[in-house]
């Protein structure tokens, strides 16, 4: 059975912080990992990777992903209050097109 | 543009009632997806449509009944649903269903809840 599993679960942070959010998976036919952060509502696309060793970056938010180990990391520096969500890791893979999410990290940042 | 619309944002149905949930997508998108999230889980995945027919079940109560009319949209018809049932619903579009074209973007979610 595939599965994604992230750790930590909850984090709470200081703005100006440094985090690491990690994903680790055991899926069939891996295609591809994707970064999802999700505040009230819906999940919103941050990254996608599919080769290992090449950092993604977007602003203060880079994501890497290491195919012979099983895992990614997403990594916000100088973090800010509206960092707070939860972020959700999903693999592609498998026979079919489903995304297997993890359950997601809960980040908290205080002012 | 990656918008997907879904409607109504928020649904307060009986256990006799019938009604539909609807998304739309216009990026040209050739496969969609519907979602149900309980309160602090991830989404688990409902249905997939790719090029308009139904590709995935994930063994699915019949009470929900999913209908994908032209390639923009989808909807997901309810009846007789349980308590249970109430969640947030998700719909999502990716360009289709298949490797490297996995990211999904996903409609803000109608709120349902089931008296």
């Known amino acids: 059975e595939d599965k994604v599993v992230q750790s930590p679960l909850s984090l709470v942070v200081h703005e100006g912080d440094t985090v690491t959010l990690n994903c680790s998976y055991e899926?069939?036919?891996?295609?591809?990992l994707l970064w999802y952060k999700q505040e009230k509502k819906a999940p919103t696309f941050l990254f996608m990777l599919?080769?290992?060793?090449i950092e993604k970056k977007s602003g203060r938010l880079s994501s890497i992903l290491d195919k012979k180990e099983l895992f990614s990391i997403l990594n916000i520096t100088a973090t800010q209050t509206g960092d707070s969500a939860v972020y959700l890791c999903a693999v592609g893979g498998g026979s079919n097109y489903k995304l297997t999410f993890g359950k997601g990290t809960l980040l908290t940042v205080n002012p | 543009d990656t918008e997907v619309t879904q409607t109504p944002k928020h649904l307060v149905m009986g256990m006799t009632n019938k009604k539909s949930l609807k998304c739309e997508q216009h990026?040209?998108?050739?496969?969609m997806y519907w979602y149900k999230q309980k309160a602090k889980k991830p989404p688990e995945l409902m249905f997939v449509?790719?090029?308009?027919?139904?590709?995935i079940n994930e063994s699915v109560p019949s009470r929900f009944s999913p209908e994908c009319p032209n390639s923009s949209l989808l909807n997901l018809h309810l009846h007789a649903l349980q308590p249970e049932d109430s969640a947030l619903y998700l719909c999502?579009?990716?360009?289709?269903?298949?490797?490297?074209?996995?990211?999904?973007?996903f409609g803000p979610g109608t709120r349902l809840t089931v008296l």
């Open positions: 999502a579009s990716s360009q289709e269903a298949g490797p490297g074209t996995d990211t999904q973007y």
């Open positions: 990026m040209g998108h050739r496969a």
């Open positions: 599919t080769s290992s060793g």
């Open positions: 899926v069939t036919n891996f295609r591809s």
């Open positions: 449509y790719s090029y308009e027919k139904l590709s």
